[in-house]
């Protein structure tokens, strides 16, 4: 006879059994799919380095989430990517009420009216012709200049019809300027989603290429985190919740694990995770050679996110799960 009371092989006998135990399940309804919009008519590009992922006009992108809707994506999440021409020292095109993110936002708002939620990234360094988050003056990055611009950057978004906008350029007090302008207007129910916690990282990389955004001199250590705190991370969430913020973000995903859970434990608010291009084009690269079967991979990456606190999941991967009947 057995002396083994606890078999804990036993509830993983059968799938049916394993599925009634499982702790972690994915829904289509909890991951946003990112968006590049681009200038023009009829242009879908692909991104080299972000297989499967594209630079599209507003028209072509209004088509994209159509066929993404159909498949239970509810959330996007734009980035606009201006022709080289527009970037300037101060980025002053990034509010622009006729840039292609406010357009982009009113075409999906007038197709899609509520079925979607339209997100947007608010950061200058696609705009800048040096391609930092904020303005510089002597040599440095200037906190509080930057605040009015990034504040005026959410307010053309918002009148355009964001339902959430997210400030990831990583100055001190963006937050609160950012809420502060939308109040005043009246936009009191656009929220903000801050990405609260936004490493210094090179996950960044094939984003950079596909946002043609890469600092011109230097790097982001003066505004993003450094890779080696996480009680930092507190500090910051503190701020933006204090400061207003919807939801916290924590960025990248996969090796800040330890940082969603503990955000997971210290805050009441909706917590997301960018699962960020490079951990996207590492899998991609990976799975072309055979190395790693891709479905696994990544279900077994979005479970972790999930087991750590994660509400949200923003990821490159979105559409080929559902297309893929992964979820
Ligand atoms: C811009 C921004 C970046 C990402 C989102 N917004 C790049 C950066 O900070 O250099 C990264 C997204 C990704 O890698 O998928 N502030
Ligand atoms: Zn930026």
């Known amino acids: 006879m057995s002396e083994l009371v606890q078999r804990p092989r036993r509830l993983r006998s059968t799938p049916a059994i394993r599925d009634l135990v499982a702790e972690s399940r994915l829904d289509a309804r909890m991951l946003v799919q990112p968006h590049f919009v681009v200038p023009g008519e009829g242009v879908s590009e692909p991104i080299a380095s972000m297989p499967g992922i594209e630079h599209q006009s507003v028209d072509r992108l209004v088509a994209t989430v159509e066929r993404d809707l159909e498949l239970g994506i509810r959330a996007v999440l734009l980035f606009g990517i201006p022709d080289d021409a527009e970037k300037t020292p101060d980025g002053r095109a990034a509010f622009a009420g006729d840039g292609e993110v406010p357009r982009a936002v009113a075409a999906l708002k007038e197709r899609f009216g509520e079925e979607l939620a339209v997100m947007t990234d608010v950061c200058l360094c696609a705009y800048t012709d040096h391609g930092h988050c904020g303005l510089i003056r002597d040599g440095r990055i200037d906190n509080d200049a930057t605040l009015p611009h990034l504040a005026r950057m959410a307010l053309a978004h918002a009148r355009a019809g964001a339902d959430v906008v997210a400030p990831s350029d990583?100055?001190?007090?963006?937050?609160?300027?950012?809420?502060?302008?939308?109040?005043?207007?009246?936009?009191?129910?656009?929220?903000?989603?801050?990405?609260?916690?936004?490493?210094?990282?090179?996950?960044?990389?094939?984003?950079?290429?596909?946002?043609?955004?890469?600092?011109?001199?230097?790097?982001?250590?003066?505004?993003?985190?450094?890779?080696?705190?996480?009680?930092?991370?507190?500090?910051?969430?503190?701020?933006?919740?204090?400061?207003?913020?919807?939801?916290?973000?924590?960025?990248?995903?996969?090796?800040?694990?330890?940082?969603?859970?503990?955000?997971?434990?210290?805050?009441?608010?909706?917590?997301?995770?960018?699962?960020?291009?490079?951990?996207?084009?590492?899998?991609?690269?990976?799975?072309?050679?055979?190395?790693?079967?891709?479905?696994?991979?990544?279900?077994?990456?979005?479970?972790?996110?999930?087991?750590?606190?994660?509400?949200?999941?923003?990821?490159?991967?979105?559409?080929?799960?559902l297309a893929g009947g992964w979820l």
């Open 170 to 321: 990583m100055m001190d007090g963006r937050v609160a300027a950012i809420r502060e302008a939308l109040d005043a207007e009246g936009l009191v129910h656009v929220a903000i989603m801050s990405y609260s916690v936004k490493y210094a990282s090179a996950y960044y990389g094939p984003f950079r290429d596909a946002a043609h955004s890469a600092p011109g001199f230097g790097d982001r250590r003066s505004y993003q985190m450094d890779p080696r705190n996480g009680r930092e991370a507190l500090l910051e969430a503190e701020l933006d919740a204090a400061e207003g913020a919807d939801i916290l973000m924590v960025k990248p995903a996969l090796a800040y694990l330890d940082v969603v859970r503990d955000l997971r434990e210290a805050f009441p608010l909706p917590l997301a995770v960018y699962n960020v291009s490079g951990e996207f084009s590492m899998v991609k690269a990976a799975a072309a050679r055979g190395w790693v079967e891709e479905r696994q991979v990544v279900l077994e990456n979005w479970h972790a996110f999930r087991r750590a606190g994660a509400d949200i999941i923003i990821t490159y991967h979105a559409r080929q799960a």
